[in-house]
């Protein structure tokens, strides 16, 4: 699936398109879409939200996933397939305002399990030189997928949708 999805990013500008704005407040588990520029349906899921500073690069962010799954907009919310070996992008921290612009949606709910979980979150921590969990926590070595240690918003998790639909790699190394 991932192949498929790489074939259909487009070659420029915003990959991300607006769906409809909301100010619900978000709940681990939430499951989200996202327009491409195709426009077809990207799914990604809220890991957690409202982090505190010690547990977040910046107080009151969101971790989610966001999925290698591209579907029509009429098509069901594949739950089954939110998995984490299905990743499309590491992990990432982003804030609300891709939900109050409009550019991502809540569709659905399921309480998360472990194994709709990484076993570990790595993220690069270029200040510090190394990767941290979701906690800060430094990690002896670096796992994959790995994120970026860093608060973002939607305009950054389109770009980096569109690097993943164009098989480049999304994130940089230290």
């Known amino acids: 699936m991932a ?15 607006p769906v409809q704005p909301s100010r619900k407040k978000l709940r681990p588990g939430d499951i989200f879409v996202m327009r491409a520029a195709t426009g077809q349906h990207l799914y ?17 962010c969101n971790m989610i996933y966001v999925y290698d799954i591209l579907r029509e907009a009429a098509e069901p919310v594949p739950i089954a397939e939110l998995t984490p070996d299905r990743l499309l992008i590491p992990p990432m921290f982003i804030n609300r305002l891709g939900w109050s612009r409009g550019y991502m949606q809540t569709v659905a709910h399921t309480d998360l399990t472990a194994e709709d979980l990484l076993e570990q979150h790595c993220f690069v921590d270029y200040l510090r030189r ?21 608060l973002a918003s939607y305009l950054v998790l389109s770009d980096y949708v569109h690097k993943a639909l164009r098989g480049e790699q999304p994130v940089a190394d230290i």
């Not at 990604?44 to 009151?60: M, Q």
């Not at 990767?131 to 860093?150: F, H, I, M, N, S």
């Open 3 to 17: 192949d498929q999805a790489r074939q259909v990013g487009s070659d420029h500008g915003l990959e991300l398109r």
């Open 130 to 150: 190394g990767y941290v969990d979701e906690k800060g926590k430094q990690l002896p070595a670096r796992t994959d997928p790995c994120g970026e240690w860093g």
């Open 44 to 60: 990604g899921r809220v890991v957690a939200v409202d982090l505190p500073e010690d547990r977040a690069p910046l107080p009151g």
